[in-house]
């Protein structure tokens, strides 16, 4: 599971929805049709052909997976943290 790291992310100001029981086909659905990149420890899910930018974690740490996310988008740059 991965709201700890979406409560931090909203901490930090980014705009990030949490799904705890949800259908693949409609997560991607909302992940394409909002141009969301997806954040997910599912190694299944991200077989998907056509899959957008996305990012598959593996650290079980919330911090940990934060860092993963600040430094895999290159977030962690002055200035790249929303106001």
Known sequence: MLGR????L??????TLYFTDIEDSLLLRIA???HRVLLTRDTGIVKV????EHLLLS???SFAQ??????SFNLMRKGVLPP
């Open 49 to 52: 052909r056509g899959l957008g």
């Open 5 to 8: 790291l979406a409560r931090w």
């Open 10 to 15: 909203r901490l930090l100001g980014y705009d």
């Open 66 to 71: 934060l860092e993963n996310v600040l430094h």
């Open 59 to 61: 650290e079980n740490d």
């Open 32 to 34: 394409r049709d909002e």
